[in-house]
């Protein structure tokens, strides 16, 4: 019998905030998340469809235990969903495949970016500028640990983490984003307006 095997959970806390995005959007189709480890905010969409969806996970994925349990729980989610769901498992460096999409005329496709892949300042906002790219107008982007810190992961150096990235990106295109307001600052939501 199959069954979900996580051993961290960094998602829970920002269900309530998802919750209220997931039931905003109409008929959502394309999913693109950057960061996937165990797959838990990947199972959150496959659990919350609404219709037939395509998700992109991508993620580095160097340890192999990790990997595996990625691929038990997104399976054991997509059995038991009633929608049609596809997965497109990306083992890369998400710059190397968010250029990929992008010159495979990806611009403007997807519904929903998830940002959650490294920490450091230069790449966080790499994916940012990526991802603005591959979202539709009207489209939802979501940046993990905006407020992240942990001494153990990084040094005291304020680039080791995102905020100044995101902060850096949501001021240089702020008249292509509506932030959205009211939601805990521990990630930071966004829709994109032009």
């Known amino acids: 019998m199959k069954t979900t095997s996580f051993t961290e959970d960094w998602f829970s806390r920002s269900i309530p905030s998802w919750d209220i995005i ?6 959502p189709k394309f999913f693109l998340e950057i960061g996937s480890h165990e797959g838990r905010s990947a199972c959150y969409m496959i659990a919350k469809a609404k219709n ?8 580095i994925w160097e340890d192999y235990e990790v990997e595996q349990r990625f691929d038990n729980n997104i399976d054991f989610f997509i059995s038991n969903s009633k929608n049609s769901i596809n997965i497109n498992k990306i083992k890369s460096k998400s710059k190397e495949y968010l250029i990929k999409l992008l010159s495979e005329g990806h611009a403007g496709k997807f519904d929903f970016i998830y940002v959650d892949g490294s920490h450091t300042s230069q790449d966080v906002l790499y994916d940012a500028i990526l991802a603005l790219d591959l979202l539709k107008v009207g489209g939802f982007l979501v940046f993990d640990d905006y407020l992240w810190f942990d001494p153990k992961y990084c040094s005291n150096d304020f680039n080791d983490t995102p905020k100044p990235a995101i902060d850096a990106f949501t001021n240089i295109y702020r008249n292509r984003l509506q932030i959205i307001a009211n939601m805990p600052l521990y990630q930071l939501y966004a829709i994109k307006i032009k």
């Open 22 to 27: 997931f039931s905003s959007m109409k008929s």
């Open 52 to 59: 037939d969806i395509d998700i992109t996970c991508i993620d």
